[in-house]
Nanobody, 119 residues
């Protein structure tokens, strides 16, 4: 069984910072790409950042230069450092992982963590 556990959300004032973590546990798997999505109230879930297996980083324009994602392959963990947070960043943040399990590429989601930015 593969499990993704997110942590690090919370309430912060505008201009503040938060760091999210996404830890992948289980056995006999190999992680490929990893990414972060968020869903604001009343809106669809949107992709905001990703890191490939080789470490290439990509960001949505809305978070570029403020958010930084990284991965620790030794510990199967991904991070999202969020700086200069704005009220518009409020939402539920989800990690997304593509991984190889039993010869198949599968997609897993974290349970989501709430980020609230007050003005």
């Amino acid at each position: 069984q593969v499990q993704l556990v997110e942590s690090g959300g919370g309430l912060v004032q505008a201009g503040g910072s938060l760091r999210l973590s996404c830890a992948v546990s289980g056995s006999d798997f190999s992680i490929d790409a990893m990414g972060w999505y968020r869903q604001a109230p009343g809106k669809q879930r949107e992709w905001i950042a990703g890191v490939s297996k080789g470490g290439r980083l990509n960001y949505a324009d809305s978070v570029k230069d403020r958010f930084t994602t990284s991965r620790d392959n030794a510990n199967n963990t991904m991070y999202l450092q969020m700086n200069s947070l704005k009220p518009g960043d409020t939402g539920v943040y989800y990690c997304n992982v593509d991984l190889w399990l039993s010869g198949s590429l599968r997609v897993y989601w974290g349970q989501g963590t709430q980020v609230t930015v007050s003005s």
